[in-house]
């Protein structure tokens, strides 16, 4: 089945530096990649996307890049705030035969942003 | 539009007693997913249900375990004879049909003494 890694497991960053998690997953079939950002007792909230016909998405401050060859993914935010402190998760998922299945997610990646 | 729910938000159990959760999806959606988190860790994926049907339950222990999504309700994750290494977030997700996005809700909290 498939395997999802992430990159680093903890990530500190000065108040406007950007910060960039990476993802490698091993199914070759998978064609859906979400980032999740998940605070303290919250929900995982999906703040990115990115599906295997596209390189690259970029929102505001947050881009998602994908190389199907390498089978990596990752995610880049720009000039990060204190509110960006969380925990991301990367996940990959495909398409069967009348749905889309499960979501993998990786280990997550402990952000934390100093003023 | 209300989002996905999910009671009861806390739970507590000893061991030996069963666990109800419940999963209402958003509004419009007919899959559910639901994930456990372990303190400190991932989401790993249990059990993938349609309305009255089970998808995809591989991640789901064969043992205590079960999972419905009736025609009418919610859906109920069962956890049958608890033990303290059932102690975790369980979140569930849904999704529209043919949409690969999945939304979570805000998780049940489950402590087992």
């Known amino acids: 089945g498939e395997n999802v890694e992430q990159h680093p497991s903890t990530l500190s960053v000065q108040e406007g530096d950007s910060a960039v998690i990476k993802c490698t997953y091993s199914?070759?079939?998978?064609?859906?990649f979400p980032w999740y950002k998940q605070e303290l007792g919250k929900r995982p909230q999906l703040i990115i996307d990115?599906?295997?016909?596209?390189g690259e998405k970029k929102d505001q401050r947050i881009a998602v890049t994908l190389n199907k060859t390498a089978k990596h993914f990752s995610l880049h935010i720009t000039e990060t705030q204190p509110e960006d402190s969380a925990v991301y998760f990367c996940a990959a998922s495909k398409r069967g035969t009348d749905s889309w299945g499960k979501l993998q997610f990786g280990a997550g990646t402990q952000v934390v942003v100093t003023p | 539009n209300a989002g996905v729910m999910q009671n009861p938000r806390h739970l507590v159990r000893r061991r030996g007693q069963e666990a109800r959760l419940r999963c209402s999806p958003m509004k419009g959606h007919s899959h559910v997913y639901w994930y456990r988190q372990l303190p400190e860790e991932g989401l790993k994926f249990m059990v993938y249900?349609?309305?009255?049907?089970?998808?995809?339950e591989s991640g789901m222990p064969k043992e205590r375990f079960s999972a419905e999504f009736p025609k009418e309700g919610p859906s109920i994750l069962r956890i049958q004879q608890v033990v303290r290494g059932d102690s975790a977030a369980y979140f569930c997700?849904?999704?529209?049909?043919?949409?690969?996005?999945?939304?979570f809700g805000p998780g049940t909290r489950l402590l087992v003494l």
């Open positions: 997700a849904s999704s529209r049909d043919n949409q690969e996005t999945q939304y």
């Open positions: 199914d070759s079939a998978s064609n859906y």
């Open positions: 990115i599906r295997s016909n596209v």
């Open positions: 249900l349609q309305k009255e049907n089970i998808i995809d």
